[in-house]
């Protein structure tokens, strides 16, 4: 799985040093560095979302929030890493 935080201009302004911590630090405590890579991208054109973009494989999220984080974190990164862990 390839989770690409989008460090362009607009979304570093919206947190995106944050959401980078954020996801670092979640990978490692649920032990995903084998499944999730994790890498910066430049701007992914959803500059007007709220928050930060993320694109997890060939899926682009907008809006991600330090707020929002966790919910995104389980829904999006945990849930399908753990089913791609147990062969689903
Ligand atoms: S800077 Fe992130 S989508 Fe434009």
Redesign the pocket.
């Known amino acids: 799985m390839i989770v690409s935080i989008?460090?362009?201009?607009?979304?570093?302004i919206?947190g995106?040093q944050k959401i980078v911590e954020l996801m670092k630090n979640a990978v490692e405590k649920h032990h995903l560095g084998d499944i999730v890579t994790l890498c910066g991208?430049?701007?992914?054109?959803?500059?007007d979302?709220p928050g930060?973009?993320v694109q997890v494989n060939d899926t682009t999220h907008?809006g991600v929030t330090v707020e929002g984080f966790h919910d995104f974190f389980n829904n999006q990164i945990l849930k399908p890493a753990l089913a791609e862990k147990e062969g689903f």
């Open positions: 989008c460090v362009g201009s607009s979304c570093h919206k995106s991208s430049f701007c992914q054109k959803h500059c979302s930060v973009t907008t």
